[in-house]
Nanobody, 128 residues
Framework: QVQLVESGGGLVQAGGSRRLSCAASGRTFRSAAMGWFRQAPGKEQEFVAAIAWSGRTTDYADSVKGRFTISRDNANDTVYLQMNRLTPEDTAVYYC?????????????????????WGQGTQVTISS
């Protein structure tokens, strides 16, 4: 079973950058699609980005497209979320998630219920 631990959160000034990491343990990480989701205070959890096991396919929410980049290093069992040009609206707890059941395709990437393993989350706060 995959276990996920996020890191890299903190306080960032608006316009700044931050890179989140999600370290995975477990043999199935390298074949798992990975996603990042976030939840702001008083709001529903929302999709941010996803990446296929190979790294060749990615998907982004419109709100972060062009500013955030998801990537993965399968040799080191880590997935990253590089966040640039941050705004206060990006303030949230960011969660890493894995889909370890080898589901095919990409149409489900944005559905949080398709992911079966979750990290504990890391807080990102953007100051204006």
């Amino acid at each position: 079973q995959v276990q996920l631990v996020e890191s890299g959160g903190g306080l960032v000034q608006a316009g700044g950058s931050r890179r989140l990491s999600c370290a995975a343990s477990g043999r199935t990480f390298r074949s798992a699609a990975m996603g990042w989701f976030r939840q702001a205070p008083g709001k529903e959890q929302e999709f941010v980005a996803a990446i296929a096991w190979s790294g060749r396919t990615t998907d982004y929410a419109d709100s972060v497209k062009g500013r955030f980049t998801i990537s993965r290093d399968n040799a080191n069992d880590t997935v990253y979320l590089q966040m640039n040009r941050l705004t206060p609206e990006d303030t949230a707890v960011y969660y890493c998630a894995a889909e370890t059941r080898l589901r095919l395709g990409t149409s489900w990437y944005r559905d949080k219920y398709e992911y079966d393993v979750w990290g504990q989350g890391t807080q990102v706060t953007i100051s204006s």
